[in-house]
């Protein structure tokens, strides 16, 4: 039952296409599951000298094992679920499926670069399969590759622009994908070097909308008032021109250049407003996004006494 756990006959499918050769793609779709799924079978029991039967009894020992122990979702499963809904997601805007896997895995590794046998190892795939998503990926250049000091072997990362070189699709696919970044910053943390990449991918793919109403997320100036409002909302109160240029540590013409763009295209802060007082700007909610009701709702003296 494809969502459930692998019955015997499933891995009596898997076993099967391993000896025929098969692809661990094609083993997948012929028992209605992920290719991570089958992959990752594979390599927990036994690779190349995989048998149904001995699976069944190691994954047997494996739950008598969580059973006899405090119930743990451990953080490689959740973080294996989330690779592959991530790929899955990315593949839904047009990327072909293994040039989605292969770019997923280089999103959410803790490494910044990895190697074309660590992607092999990792993704339970062929290197030609691997070869050819690289390719696919440095085309739409999405991916770069770096030699490795000392070898021969090459390894490969994701830019810190590539977000203003990656492919459109359309705009609910872009808007998952936002989603899924977001809940991956929040599981891999966003002090992490996987977190740090996700936030750039949520803010691409959420920036979007402002693209296809003609900004150019190339030009400096997005970047630097999106960090404006970000530096507004951390200081949670009014700062003034002087006092912001200097936490930023930019020159009064940046600053300034960045609130008159902010001004231009106030949506960049939605849901927010950047207001300004004697006392400096401020980042404040905009007061269209809630009605009067769930504002006053949201200020009454029993709503803070029930959460606290």
Same mark, same amino acid.
């Given at each position: 039952?494809?969502?459930?756990?692998?019955?015997?006959?499933?891995?009596?499918?898997?076993?099967?296409?391993?000896?025929?050769?098969?692809?661990?793609?094609?083993?997948?779709?012929?028992?209605?599951?992920?290719?991570?799924?089958?992959?990752?079978?594979?390599?927990?029991? &036994?690779?190349?000298?995989?048998?149904?039967?001995? *699976?069944?009894? *190691?994954?047997?020992?494996?739950?008598?094992?969580?059973?006899?122990?405090?119930?743990?979702?451990?953080?490689?499963?959740?973080?294996?679920?989330?690779?592959?809904?991530?790929?899955?997601?990315?593949?839904?805007?047009?990327?072909?499926?293994?040039?989605?896997?292969?770019?997923?895995?280089?999103?959410?590794?803790?490494?910044?670069?990895?190697? *074309?046998?660590?992607?092999? $190892?990792?993704?339970?795939?062929?290197?030609?399969?691997?070869?050819?998503?690289?390719?696919?990926?440095?085309?739409?250049?999405?991916?770069?590759? $770096?030699?490795?000091?000392?070898?021969?072997?090459?390894?490969?990362?994701?830019?810190?622009?590539?977000?203003?070189?990656?492919?459109?699709?359309?705009?609910?696919?872009?808007?998952?994908?936002?989603?899924?970044?977001?809940? &991956?910053?929040?599981?891999?943390?966003?002090?992490?070097?996987?977190?740090? $990449?996700?936030?750039?991918?949520?803010?691409?793919?959420?920036?979007?909308?402002?693209?296809?109403?003609?900004?150019?997320?190339?030009?400096?100036?997005?970047?630097?008032?999106?960090?404006?409002?970000?530096?507004?909302?951390?200081?949670?109160?009014?700062?003034?021109?002087?006092?912001?240029?200097? *936490?930023?540590?930019?020159?009064?013409?940046?600053?300034?250049?960045?609130?008159?763009?902010?001004?231009?295209?106030?949506?960049?802060?939605?849901?927010?407003?950047?207001?300004?007082?004697?006392?400096?700007?401020?980042?404040?909610?905009?007061?269209?996004?809630?009605? $009067?009701?769930?504002?006053?709702?949201?200020?009454?003296?029993?709503?803070?006494?029930?959460?606290?």
């Amino acid at each position: 039952m494809a969502g459930g756990r692998l019955s015997l006959e499933d891995r009596q499918s898997i076993a099967a296409g391993i000896a025929e050769g098969i692809a661990y793609a094609e083993i997948a779709r012929r028992i209605g599951r992920p290719t991570s799924t089958v992959s990752r079978e594979v390599a927990r029991n &036994g690779h190349r000298d995989y048998t149904a039967d001995r *699976a069944q009894r *190691a994954t047997r020992r494996r739950g008598l094992d969580r059973d006899s122990a405090p119930r743990t979702d451990t953080l490689a499963d959740r973080t294996d679920a989330f690779v592959d809904e991530l790929a899955s997601l990315i593949a839904a805007t047009g990327m072909p499926r293994m040039a989605s896997r292969v770019f997923a895995t280089l999103i959410t590794s803790s490494n910044s670069t990895l190697t *074309a046998a660590e992607l092999v $190892r990792g993704l339970g795939v062929s290197p030609a399969s691997v070869s050819k998503a690289i390719g696919y990926l440095e085309g739409m250049e999405l991916v770069e590759r $770096r030699p490795e000091p000392g070898s021969r072997r090459e390894r490969y990362w994701v830019g810190d622009d590539v977000w203003t070189r990656a492919m459109r699709a359309d705009s609910s696919g872009h808007a998952r994908v936002a989603d899924a970044a977001q809940r &991956g910053l929040a599981l891999f943390g966003a002090d992490t070097p996987a977190g740090i $990449r996700l936030a750039r991918m949520g803010r691409f793919f959420g920036d979007l909308t402002e693209q296809l109403r003609g900004i150019d997320l190339a030009d400096s100036a997005i970047d630097d008032t999106l960090t404006v409002i970000a530096a507004l909302g951390h200081a949670r109160r009014p700062v003034t021109v002087h006092r912001l240029a200097s *936490a930023l540590g930019w020159p009064a013409s940046r600053l300034d250049h960045a609130i008159r763009h902010l001004q231009q295209r106030p949506t960049l802060a939605d849901p927010f407003s950047v207001c300004e007082s004697v006392a400096g700007y401020e980042l404040q909610p905009r007061p269209d996004r809630l009605s $009067r009701e769930q504002g006053d709702a949201l200020r009454t003296p029993a709503l803070q006494t029930t959460e606290g």
